[in-house]
């Protein structure tokens, strides 16, 4: 007898999407059979929240801008509490092509986390310069600590099975880029099974990009500094954080 699929959250962190969101949405209960979608609206200063409720989503409403870590980590804590197995990040301006949801949530039959990656044949998705360059470095540094080949570590569309879950309900970096390579290192250090699916990436319907030139400048920077933090933790306390999830 087939067992029923396991039920699956969609998490869409999301700060002042309005402008975009609903359509998301629109676009992610067209692709996604039974979507459950949670907005965190993460101290938006306009209609975000509405304009999620509005087009069918439940929505989480922070008091102030956590970035997407923090977002992510309420999402987890949701999924606990309300069932869900397994949950997918998704982005709320409509880069994430939602069409893929279903073949990265199919590779948690063998894997506790499917990242969506961007350099990895499909779509023409380019980023140059020192940027790109840290990106490359990051992922072959966290590939060596994964034990399998990963060339987008940076990707934040991704789907998480039970024990990645678990562990990020407790143990989900809220920093800037933690919530990407930080958590990647986590998961990998705790026994987690780290595979990635090829995606083409869209431009953004709308809002403005929460990166900018200064940030840029300084990727290179924090984004070793967030693999550093994650290296010198010890790894039981990430085992210990997955408890006895299946």
């Known amino acids: 007898m087939q067992r029923p699929p396991a039920?699956?959250?969609?998490?869409?962190?999301?700060?002042?999407?309005?402008?975009?969101?609903?359509?998301?949405?629109?676009?992610?209960?067209?692709?996604?059979?039974?979507?459950?979608?949670?907005?965190?609206?993460?101290?938006s200063s306009d209609e975000t929240a509405r304009v999620a409720a509005l087009a069918g989503a439940d929505v989480a409403q922070l008091p102030f801008n956590l970035g997407v870590g923090g977002a992510m980590r309420l999402g987890f804590r949701y999924a606990i509490r309300n069932g869900y197995a397994n949950v997918v990040q998704l982005d709320s301006d409509g880069q994430h092509d939602p069409s893929y949801v279903k073949e990265l949530v199919n590779g948690l039959d063998r894997s506790d986390i499917v990242i969506g990656a961007r350099f990895a044949g499909e779509g023409n998705y380019a980023v140059k310069g020192p940027r790109r360059w840290a990106m490359s470095l990051l992922s072959f540094v966290i590939s060596?600590?994964?034990?399998?080949?990963?060339?987008?570590?940076?990707?934040?569309?991704?789907?998480?099975?039970?024990?990645?879950?678990?562990?990020?309900?407790a143990q989900y970096p809220a920093e800037y880029l933690g919530d990407t390579i930080e958590a990647l290192v986590i998961a990998a250090r705790?026994?987690?099974?780290?595979?990635?699916?090829?995606?083409?990436?869209?431009e953004r319907q709308g809002g403005i990009p929460s990166h900018n030139p200064w940030k840029s400048a300084v990727y290179l920077g924090r984004a070793?500094?967030?693999?550093?933090?994650?290296?010198?933790?010890?790894?039981?306390?990430?085992?210990l954080a997955m408890g006895n999830a299946r």
């Open 7 to 43: 039920p699956t959250l969609i998490v869409m962190p999301a700060f002042n999407e309005a402008e975009a969101i609903g359509s998301v949405i629109a676009e992610v209960r067209a692709s996604v059979q039974n979507a459950h979608v949670l907005v965190i609206d993460d101290g």
């Open 144 to 169: 060596r600590i994964a034990h399998t080949r990963l060339t987008d570590t940076t990707s934040g569309f991704k789907a998480c099975g039970p024990r990645a879950v678990q562990l990020f309900a």
């Open 190 to 202: 705790a026994g987690c099974i780290i595979e990635q699916h090829p995606v083409a990436m869209r």
């Open 224 to 239: 070793f500094f967030a693999l550093s933090v994650a290296l010198v933790r010890p790894a039981s306390s990430f085992r």
